[in-house]
C-alpha cells in the first residue's frame, strides 16, 4: 500500500483535525448498514477522517477523474460529507454491499463494493445511463 502522505489530504489547506472514528464509531456503522469496512478502508479513516487530497487523479479505462473529498466517519456526524450521510443516499443506488468513501466535484461517487472477493473500489457516474 502506498504511503497515504503523499495525498496530501487537507481541509482548506490545512491538516485535517478530525479524529479518527472510534471502535464505536465503527462498530455503530457497520451494524446499521450490514457490512463490514474491509481494512484498506479502515486504515484511510485512521490516518485522515475525511478531508480533500492533493493528489487527488486517479485514472480509469474511460478516463481520469479527481477525488473531492474522502468522507468522514463519526457516529453523531452525519453531514453531507459523512460516510452515513453517502450510505444513506446512495445505497438505492449502489446496492446493499457498497460503501462510498468519496466523491467527485461533480457528485460521482467512489465505492468499495464488498461483493466481490477481495473487495474493489469502482466509480459510480451519476450521469451515466
Given amino acids: 500500500m502506498r504511503n497515504l502522505a503523499e495525498l496530501n489530504i ?42 480533500d487530497p492533493e493528489f487527488d487523479a486517479v485514472g480509469g ?20 460529507e459523512s460516510i452515513w450521510y453517502a450510505m444513506t443516499h446512495w445505497r438505492p443506488i449502489l446496492g446493499d454491499h457498497a460503501v462510498p ?4 466535484g461533480g457528485g460521482d461517487q467512489f465505492f468499495i ?5 477481495p473487495p474493489s473500489v469502482k466509480l459510480c457516474r451519476h450521469d451515466k445511463g
Avoid at 483535525?17 to 471502535?23: D, G, H, M, N
Fill in 10 to 51: 487537507n481541509e482548506g489547506g490545512k491538516a485535517v483535525e478530525r479524529p479518527a472514528p472510534s471502535r464505536e464509531d465503527i462498530v455503530e456503522f457497520e451494524q446499521a448498514f450490514g457490512v463490514s469496512l474491509p481494512p484498506g478502508l479502515s486504515f484511510l479513516l485512521q490516518a485522515s477522517n475525511g478531508g
Fill in 113 to 117: 463494493d464488498l461483493s466481490n472477493n
Fill in 101 to 104: 468513501f468519496a466523491n467527485t
Fill in 61 to 80: 479505462p474511460d478516463g481520469h477523474y479527481a477525488v473531492n473529498c474522502f468522507y468522514h466517519l463519526i457516529a453523531s456526524d452525519k453531514g453531507t
